[in-house]
């Protein structure tokens, strides 16, 4: 009994130490877990531990629109989005990537047209190789419903973990009318900035950045169940939108006079601002910059930045003051001789010199036929002895003084003064007088002219005219006077006899038009190449005509600028007089409001009238107005071609394919530009009335970017 008791006792024993060194080998493990856990893989644990919190992250704000003057859209934001491969993500899985790739190397091929499914399928292998976290997919920018496209793929629908597929958004900004004051309105920089808002580039985007861009909101992400839930804790602030002084019909007017001539001549590059002269509302800007023979784009603000010699169309200041002061009267003569004029050693000459001169010229003939040697030999009359006073004049005429524009890059006024340039020479005086010697950005010019038209009031050119949130103006922008009076009423209205002049017999009778009466004055001047002179590389020229219109009621100011004209005689008024007298005309025409109770009816049969090609929705609402027939049931696109059989329009649907070339023969200029432009077409135009011909056929695949030319008649 007591054996058994004995081995009963060392059955417990043992159990007992088994259960013991069981229980040893479960702590040991647990600590050894424990260190693990806390020592080798407290990175990995950390890291998992952060995803479950909850999260801060930014809402982003729409940023704001621009519009024109009568509201139409000039500039809006678009989300674009790069696509890229994580090939380190978590859940990527090598036997998973190679089961999908050919299909998925597939729809790639199929979706972007870029590259053969082989290739997508090395490509992205490629990528696999390096192990790469930021891996392109593909090279270009998408929409927001091409990434949702994507993302159904095959593999890539498997999430971000599993695919390794993300994305980077960026901001496109996108002008619905093109190159219309598209240097004028500006651009953005892509990339969002940390706090969510896109950034100005230049011009009125980034004149007004900070209010376009808005202010980032919070919300926090937070993990419920399988899936993540936004919650919002500070919402975003919408950008304000900005209505601009623009009006499109203007700047289309303007910007299409500007590209036939510039074509025609191959300049370097032309500028055209059209202003309302009562209140300074830049209604127009062109600014077309040549990227190569026959093709022009805007691509810096010409107008406001170039600090150039104005030439020629300077003299009408240095005549105003000489008016002023007494020195001249518009009777009085002045030798101008055989156009050669010898002062102090250096030879100056008229534009006729090798014709024989002038001879004998009133003072407001020398105006009217821009002969330096007349202006020089008024302004040396009164201020050969006192330069100091004349350049003080000039000032007091209010234009030579710095404006606060409201855009960026704008260019100051450079006028010498004796007292304070030691380069000041006894040649200054005689050739600042008609415009050399000193540097007027173009719409400093034009804010002077401006102030002839408006009764001697001189009034700061603006582009833009309120800031709306919400539909409700928050900041409305008015006239603003600089000078009230630039000089006396006698003196004003013998300028503008003069300024007449030169339209009606003088150098601008190009821009002579028998609808609207134009005044204004030509400039050419040599351009200086700096240190080495005007002549160094053989002379070039920038062309101007400064004026307004109609001359007896003037309604707008402009000024026209062209810089090395190629292939023309460097005449201001042959080259920008037909430019002027083209948007004088077309303008004034555009401004006629007639109704048609207004009109006595026409006994004699009328034609149907000719109908454009273009876009539906106003070719229908043209054609109710006319009572002409069509087949509008049958139309099913946004585009129809139009033929005017009889009595009715039959509308024939034109498809618009990001693949294809569309038919833009028989439209104008507008729907035309807008139809190419908006699938990533850069379009060149020439000649006016419809489009013609295309330079590549309709139907015919192309690259975004690729340019195309258009022929109007």
Not at 279 to 297: C, H, L, P, Q
Not at 454 to 478: E, T
Request: glycine share 8%; aromatic share 8%; with cysteine.
């Amino acid at each position: 009994m007591e054996k058994e008791n004995q081995n009963k006792e060392s059955r417990m024993l043992k159990n007992y130490l088994i259960i013991v060194v069981a229980l040893m080998f479960v702590v040991v493990g647990i600590v050894l877990r424990a260190l693990q856990v806390s020592i080798v893989e407290r990175d990995k644990w950390r890291e998992l531990g952060e995803k479950q919190k909850a999260v801060k992250v930014k809402v982003y704000p729409n940023r704001g629109n621009i519009y024109s003057c009568d509201g139409k859209l000039m500039a809006t934001s678009v989300p674009r989005y790069y696509l890229y491969m994580d090939f380190k993500a978590d859940g990527l899985k090598k036997d998973t990537l190679n089961k999908y790739i050919d299909s998925m190397a597939l729809a790639l091929s199929k979706k972007f047209k870029n590259r053969s499914a082989a290739s997508y399928k090395q490509h992205i292998l490629k990528g696999y190789n390096r192990q790469s976290r930021n891996y392109p997919l593909y090279e270009n920018k998408v929409s927001y419903l091409d990434l949702k496209e994507v993302q159904t793929f095959p593999f890539f629908n498997k999430g971000r973990n599993r695919s390794g597929l993300y994305y980077k958004e960026m901001v496109q900004r996108q002008k619905p009318y093109g190159t219309l004051a598209s240097r004028t309105i500006g651009d953005i920089y892509g990339e969002l900035e940390e706090d969510g808002t896109s950034k100005g580039k230049n011009g009125i985007e980034m004149a007004y950045d900070s209010l376009l861009q808005g202010q980032h909101g919070y919300a926090t992400r937070i993990k419920l169940g399988v899936g993540w839930a936004r919650v919002i804790e500070q919402e975003p602030v919408d950008g304000v939108d900005i209505r601009t002084t623009i009006d499109l019909k203007l700047q289309d007017i303007v910007e299409k006079a500007l590209m036939d001539k510039l074509s025609e001549v191959d300049a370097d590059y032309g500028t055209v601002v059209l202003m309302e002269v009562k209140t300074g509302e830049v209604k127009a800007i062109s600014n077309m910059g040549r990227v190569r023979e026959g093709v022009y784009a805007e691509s810096m603000n010409h107008a406001i930045a170039d600090e150039v010699e104005p030439g020629s169309t300077f003299k009408v200041a240095s005549m105003m003051v000489a008016l002023e002061d007494g020195i001249v009267t518009p009777q009085d003569s002045v030798d101008t001789g055989s156009g050669i004029f010898m002062y102090k050693g250096a030879k100056m000459t008229d534009h006729n010199w090798n014709k024989g001169g002038y001879h004998m010229l009133t003072a407001e003939e020398a105006i009217w036929n821009s002969s330096n040697i007349g202006t020089a030999k008024i302004i040396l009359r009164g201020y050969e002895n006192d330069p100091e006073r004349f350049v003080q004049k000039i000032q007091d005429l209010g234009f030579a003084q710095p404006m606060d524009l409201g855009l960026p890059g704008a260019g100051k006024p450079k006028i010498r003064r004796p007292s304070e340039n030691p380069h000041w020479s006894k040649l200054s005086l005689p050739w600042m007088s008609f415009g050399y010697e000193t540097q007027v950005p173009p719409i400093y010019m034009l804010s002077f002219f401006n102030a002839i038209a408006n009764d001697g009031c001189m009034v700061k050119p603006f582009f833009v005219k309120d800031i709306q949130k919400n539909g409700r103006i928050i900041k409305a922008f008015d006239t603003e006077t600089i000078k009230n009076s630039i000089c006396s009423d006698k003196t004003l209205k013998q300028i503008r006899s003069m300024l007449e002049g030169v339209v009606e017999n003088g150098t601008g009778k190009a821009a002579k038009s028998e609808l609207i009466r134009i005044a204004g004055k030509t400039g050419t001047a040599q351009i200086s190449q700096g240190a080495l002179g005007y002549k160094a590389g053989g002379k070039s020229h920038q062309v101007t005509f400064a004026g307004y219109f109609p001359a007896e009621e003037p309604k707008f100011s402009f000024i026209i600028t062209m810089r090395r004209p190629r292939k023309a005689y460097p005449s201001a008024g042959g080259i920008c007089g037909p430019i002027a007298k083209n948007i004088a005309e077309k303008v004034f025409g555009s401004n006629i409001k007639l109704r048609p109770s207004d009109l006595e009816p026409d006994t004699v049969w009328a034609p149907q009238p000719q109908i454009k090609t273009g876009y539906y929705s106003k070719l229908e609402y043209a054609l109710d107005k006319l009572n002409v027939r069509c087949n509008d049931d049958e139309v099913e696109t946004n585009w129809v071609d139009v033929d005017m059989p009889e009595d009715k329009a039959i509308l024939t649907d034109i498809n618009i394919s990001d693949e294809l070339v569309p038919k833009v023969t028989g439209m104008g200029a507008t729907d035309a530009v807008y139809a190419l432009e908006s699938i990533g077409l850069r379009v060149s135009i020439s000649g006016r009335g419809k489009v013609v011909s295309q330079s590549i056929p309709a139907g015919r695949k192309f690259s975004k970017g690729q340019s195309i030319s258009l022929t109007l008649k």
